[in-house]
């Protein structure tokens, strides 16, 4: 088997860890593997350096960030490549630039746009275990680029399809992907395997095991990805292609969002172009809204639309909103943090009726008011106050029956 | 003028520094000059990343120090970049392969063979102020290699040959080139210019201020370059090509090294070949022999050869010519390793007579035994008892009238 592995920055958070990093990566070589290993920065140097940048300036240019906190994966694919040399096996470190990530030129959070991996094919022929410096790319004219948060696991995934590998194993500091938050229903079970459409839905609400950029290019190359954790043999969830067998489970997950805001633009005029000049006017300032939801007209005049966006970005958001309200013939505009958004997830719901009236019912059952809904295929999310999120969780993991058997 | 000013470790050994040195460097620039920085790691960062590197390994590969140590100086290239932008002037970072700094293979301390600059001149024509990460280079084949302790003063005199700079300047935390150690004289003078010449024999002889490579680059391509304080306005020392002012100064500086050991082979046979077999095998483990003396055979038959190595280097020299002493026809093997050269250095020497007698004379006046002599055209060195050393500096410093007026 080709196996690419993953280590994340606990993982590789001490000479120790790196250590036992090496034995790791040693093991599955000598059961008669061949491995690329791809490492994160040691836990705490991102931020050490971000916090070093912040220091001089407020707002520093990203072209420079970039230089700055890829140093800090460039160390500890030395370091290891170091560690794996001393246990006896011939290992090699490989830049973003020298594996042949190219991306764009969007500094801090660059897409990928082609990868090569020549000198790390032929380094795995020659029976050398390469050891990629993740979350880093280089763009057409050699500037150097990141990926983003969680960035490494791209950098692995990408690796992986490139050299076509039979899996792609990400090591973390949890044991798999969860049916929900264990820190909110103890009797939470980890997944034997997960579809990358349902991981995908997992993650952009707030289950940040894998970096979601990371799973649509394992979907886009179908590559079978396995988190697991560094700290033990425990086999972990496998997220790979849909199944059969996984359409039978309706719901699969669980999560929550706790970091949304929602605004309500409250009489709005009900005429075409409304909504657009809006939503233009937000995405205008870089802003992502998640949800979006328009309540039917009563008198065929006015309307009211409600949709949220990061908290980070409410106020800003709220500012725009006001700026426009006499141009889309609002009455007013109000916000609300006090919010959360409970969502069940799962494959099944496209072979399964009535998914969404049982997730409503278990709610109401609690006396829990949904301020808003959005459904898509495979998931089903509900915003209700922030207070009753720890309560829907546990309730819905409940009524779907997915814990502990 | 187009300035190439180079920052060492402790110049930009914190935060506060950075933002001395981008003032400095703004200051220049807004006299109307064009500037150029290249800057070293921070101070202690380069012995960390050593000291985490032989925490995993004894013997840690050279390849992978390479990428290890390289990423210091990126690190203080991003973060002077930012403090230049943040004093509102244009900025950008650039790695040894940006600047196009390609070396030969032989890491940890790689020879450049050619630089292109490219990105750097477009980037001075653009008004930006280039930031380069001194002390590294790349391979045809893209590996990162490094220049060797001190090296990113070749990368500044390298970058202000290929660019055809008016000056280049090293910051450092002394004042300029003295006549001799100040801690032994104080009232050694600081020199207001030197030849090349000189200061690589000052160099080479123990005065570590400018990197010995980078002197001999500087030469080649006849690159003025200032050593000053990046803690003072002071003018500094200007090392130059040698003019005919120069010529009148005899001596220009004393210099001492105590760290060679002297070894002796008593009664080797006095044939062709003999010495050859012996640096031979001594060239072969990578040792650098400094001195040689043969004293004259009294017999015809067999002679003694005394020479010096680095002090790190004597006991492993001692097997090795212990391990061919009956193929010298020795008689025995012996090492001092009490011992240190003293010189006097001036391209004076060329046109006066009699320099070597007076180091000579006033040597003996104190009752200072020579144990090696070695002349070249510009140089005088001695070797004597160690415990000697501070007294001969004093006697010859003041001998050759090299102190304050």
Redesign the interface.
Known sequence: MLVVQKYGGTSVGS?DR??AVAEKIASTYKEGNRVVAVVSAMAGETDK?IG??N???QN??E???D??L??GE??S???T???I??VGLKA??F?G??VGIITDEVHTRAKIERITAERVKKAVEEGVIPVIAGFQGITEK???TTLGRGGSDLTAVAVAAALNADICEIYTDVEGIYTTDPNIVPEARKLEKISYDEMLELASLGAKVLQTRSVEFAKKYNVPVVVRSSFSDNPGTLVMKEDKEMEKVVVSGVAYDKNQAKITVIGVHDKPGIAAKLFNSIAEANIIVDMIVQNVSSDGKSTDISFTVPKVDSKKTLNITKGIVTELGAKSVNLREDIAKVSIVGVGMRTHSGVAAKMFETLARQGINILMISTSEIKVSCVIDAKYTELAVRVLHDAFELGEK
């Open positions: 000479l790196i250590k350096l070093l940048a220091q001089l300036s520093p240019d072209r420079e960030m230089l700055l890829s140093s460039r160390i694919a030395a370091l490549a170091i560690a040399r001393q090699m470190s830049t630039r020298q050699s500037d150097v």
